[in-house]
Structure formats: structure tokens, C-alpha cells
């Protein structure tokens, strides 16, 4: 019986490091062949035919693998998951991204199990990380996309301003601004530009952006756009103004986020204090806090800890949330 916990981490060892090689393989030749075949007998088709591909190429953003179909059927939501890693910039996919938090999942609840801990709350913690984990990284290289999106994007607008002032038309200018500006603004920009060459219009190419980005500042761009297309007027004008009310709002921003930092970091020490103490406590005596997962009154005591403490981390975190 003492070699069970030890055939199943390594079982999980084997399976993870199974994944990770699946997840992190490259393509195999031959099926980058066909797809090369596949691409030149469609650049030789019709004109129609052509841009009906590109523009669900485009839309789409990649093929979906058999992995992606597999774990698609198993997380909830992948259409949404999908549009999460698709807002990171990366060529993340949905079979990846299961396949890695599997793994997490197995590796965990195994090194729990292997260090005495109850069955129960390994493969508890073990899906608490498994499914957390690769979900605060997509979060943190989304937001970190978006703020780099956000800091760049009013010069973006002053360089469509001057192209529009110079006597540019507007789609050219669009496409001056994704050659020439570096980093998420010029992806998307030219991403922008693509979806017009082949047929799609300004307002739906923007608008489509608008929604895989999420953030008001582009949201504000498209809708100034629509209504000077309807109503007519100076548009490198409005543009200007836009922009000057953009680094306006950003600069309003790090105003709240310098004026909220000191309670944001008590906040963060309360609330993780508690989890380093039962952590430090279980690795000199795991004996010691059994009895938080045996003795019914700790087992009470422990949850209403915690929900107690989640009262307060929620209270903290709407004190120092501003929406501008």
C-alpha cells in the first residue's frame, strides 16, 4: 500500500511530461505539406473563392486541431476560452491550454499525495491550481497586452490624424498606422487594414477588433468614426480631440492607481498571510493541522475563516476599484 502514492506520481509524472511534449510539439511535415498543397490550389482558384478564405482565415485567427476539438468538448465555454487567448496576442490554443492545465492538476494532487496529505484535498488543490493558474496567466498577458495597447494607442490616433490632414484617405491612413507603430497597436491596426483589402467594411473591421480587444479607448475610436461617417465633419478634428482625451483618462489612471497602491498592498498582505502561515506550519508539522480536514468544530472554524476573510478581501477590493 506504501507504493501506491509513489506509482501514481510517477504515473502523473509520465502523463504530464507526455503532454507537455504534445502540447509543445511542432506540426509534422506532412500535414505542413498538405497545407502548403492545400494553399497554393487556393491562391489559383477564383477571386471569390480566395477572399471567402482569407476572410475566415482572418476571422478565425487559426485552424482548430483535433487536440482543440478534444478539450473543447471537456472546458466549459470554449468559444470564450478561445477569445481569451486570442485577446493575449500569443498562438495560444484551446488543446494547449488543456493539455497544460491537466498537467498541473496531475503533478500537484501527486506531490501532495507523495508528502501524506488527504487524498480529498490534493486533488482539491491540485484543481483549484490546475484550473487557476494557466487562468491568471492568460488574464495577466491579456491585461498586460491591453495596457501596452492603451499607452501607445493616442499617438496612434495623432499619426491618423496627420496622414488625414496631409490628405490621406482614411483606409490608407489606417494602414500607415499598423506599418509604422510598433507593438499590439500596429497587430491590430494591420489586422484592421487585412480585413478591408479583401472586401470587409471599415465599421465592421473596426467593430470586430473593438470586440476581441474590449477596452473602451477603441470602442470610443470606432464609435467617433461611425457617427463622422453619418454626420459629416471635420474628422482629423475629432480625432485630435479624442486623443487628448485619451492620454487625459490615462493620466487620471495613474493618479487612482498611485492614490489606492498603499491599501491595494495591505490588502494583498491580509489576504495571502493567512495561506503562508498554514503553508509554513504544514511543511514543519503536517501532524500538527490534520486536524483541519478530521476534527468537525476546526473544520467549521476553518471554513468560516475563510469565508470571513473573503467578506473582508471583497469589501478591500471594491474600496480601491474606480471606474472612470
Excluded: C
Excluded at 495613474?254 to 506550519?281: D, T
Excluded at 478530521?294 to 478591500?316: K, T, Y
Amino acid at each position: 500500500m506504501d507504493l501506491l502514492p509513489l506509482i501514481m506520481v510517477a504515473f502523473g509524472g509520465v502523463m504530464t511530461i507526455g503532454l507537455i511534449v504534445i502540447a509543445l510539439a511542432g506540426p509534422s511535415a506532412q500535414r505542413a505539406q498538405a497545407r502548403r498543397l492545400s494553399s497554393v490550389r487556393t491562391r489559383h482558384s477564383d477571386a471569390a473563392t480566395v477572399a471567402d478564405t482569407q476572410m475566415r482565415r482572418i476571422a478565425a485567427g487559426r485552424v482548430q486541431t483535433r487536440t482543440d476539438l478534444a478539450f473543447g468538448r471537456l472546458l466549459p465555454n470554449p468559444a470564450q476560452l478561445a477569445q481569451r487567448l486570442a485577446m493575449t496576442g500569443k498562438d495560444w490554443s484551446v488543446g494547449r491550454y488543456g493539455m497544460i492545465s491537466g498537467g498541473l492538476i496531475v503533478v500537484v494532487a501527486g506531490l501532495l499525495i507523495l508528502k501524506g496529505a488527504p487524498i480529498l484535498l490534493a486533488l482539491l488543490f491540485g484543481l483549484a491550481v490546475g484550473a487557476g493558474l494557466p487562468h491568471w496567466l492568460v488574464g495577466f498577458f491579456i491585461r498586460r497586452r491591453v495596457a501596452r495597447f492603451t499607452a501607445k494607442f493616442p499617438d496612434a490616433i495623432e499619426l491618423l490624424v496627420r496622414g488625414l490632414r496631409s490628405g490621406l484617405p482614411v483606409t490608407e491612413t489606417i494602414g500607415v498606422v499598423g506599418q509604422e507603430v510598433e507593438g499590439p497597436v500596429g497587430e491590430e491596426f494591420r489586422m484592421v487594414s487585412d480585413k478591408m483589402k479583401i472586401g470587409k467594411s471599415m465599421d465592421a473591421a473596426l467593430q470586430d477588433t473593438a470586440d476581441r480587444l474590449g477596452t473602451p479607448e477603441f470602442q470610443f475610436f470606432v464609435i467617433t468614426i461611425a457617427i463622422q461617417r453619418e454626420t459629416g465633419g471635420n474628422l482629423a478634428e475629432t480625432l485630435a480631440n479624442l486623443a487628448t482625451v485619451l492620454r487625459q483618462r490615462g493620466q487620471m489612471k495613474l493618479k487612482i492607481k498611485a492614490m489606492s497602491s498603499e491599501s491595494k498592498a495591505s490588502a494583498y498582505i491580509v489576504g495571502s498571510l493567512p495561506f503562508i502561515v498554514f503553508g509554513m506550519i504544514w511543511m514543519i508539522n503536517a501532524g500538527y493541522m490534520q486536524g483541519f480536514f478530521s476534527e468537525p468544530r476546526l473544520m467549521i472554524a476553518g471554513i468560516g475563516g475563510l469565508l470571513w476573510m473573503g467578506i473582508g478581501v471583497f469589501i478591500m477590493a471594491k474600496m480601491v476599484s474606480f471606474e472612470i
